[in-house]
């Protein structure tokens, strides 16, 4: 294949081109896709540690009762878990970023035919209302159409994609409502940390699924011979 810095050719057995030494577009796709994969791998560590921690405060509320519970106590033992989930959607948006870079360059080395336009990789995230369903229909067409699949193996990669998307958008509503609830009463705090426990579930269950997607696409893709951009 032709250098892209120099156009000279690459041999497909050397990952540098002989002519510049410039990386080959194999194995800069490769390269991205670890760093994605990665900063998900990040991004479930730190939503599953929050949930965990989030657990530990359920055993001192079902214990307690309306006489002993601690309104004020219990507010600024939950406020810093608020400033987790801010963190961790400020560090997912990072993490959308480099998605987007891998998922841009993943649409443009899988065959086609495409029912959308790649303009709408990056205008699926960001328009509203139609955010809500194209992206993982994109990410399924990248993989299906990454590899040679039978039926039953689609319809296995959509229902993974579909969990995935499932997962983050629950996972984004329940930590909005964790981090707006209330805990004065003993009802609402346990309330609140059930909601914030659910929440880390889901976040650290669909960056898991999301891993597994740019593993499998990046793993198809790598072992093909990629096309021009």
Not at 98 to 114: E, I, N, T
Not at 129 to 136: A, I, K, M, R
Not at 171 to 178: H, Y
Not at 179 to 186: D, E, K, N, Y
């Amino acid at each position: 294949m032709p250098c892209a810095l120099c156009g000279d050719i690459v041999p497909t057995e050397v990952a540098r081109c002989p002519g510049c030494g410039a990386w080959s577009r194999r194995r800069d796709f490769r390269a991205l896709g670890v760093a994605v994969f990665m900063l998900l791998g990040f991004n479930a560590f730190i939503a599953l540690g929050s949930g965990i921690s989030l657990l530990r405060l359920l055993r001192p509320l079902h214990g307690a009762t309306s006489d002993t519970f601690d309104a004020a106590a219990t507010e600024r033992a939950l406020g810093p878990y608020a400033d987790v989930f801010v963190i961790s959607a400020v560090l997912a948006g990072a993490t959308g970023l480099l998605y987007l870079v891998w998922l841009w360059r993943a649409y443009g080395q899988s065959p086609g035919p495409h029912r959308y336009h790649r303009a709408w990789v990056v205008l699926g995230w960001v328009t509203p209302v139609v955010n809500l369903w194209l992206p993982p229909r994109m990410v399924h067409e990248i993989w299906v159409n990454s590899g040679r699949y039978r039926i039953a193996e689609r319809q296995t990669a959509g229902l993974l994609v579909a969990a995935w998307w499932f997962c983050a958008l629950l996972g984004a509503v329940l930590a909005r409502a964790f981090s707006v609830g209330s805990a004065q009463t003993l009802a609402e705090a346990r309330f609140a940390v059930h909601v914030g426990v659910a929440a880390a579930a889901c976040q650290a269950l669909a960056a898991a699924l999301c891993m597994a997607g740019v593993f499998e696409i990046t793993r198809l893709q790598v072992a093909r011979e990629p096309v021009a951009d």
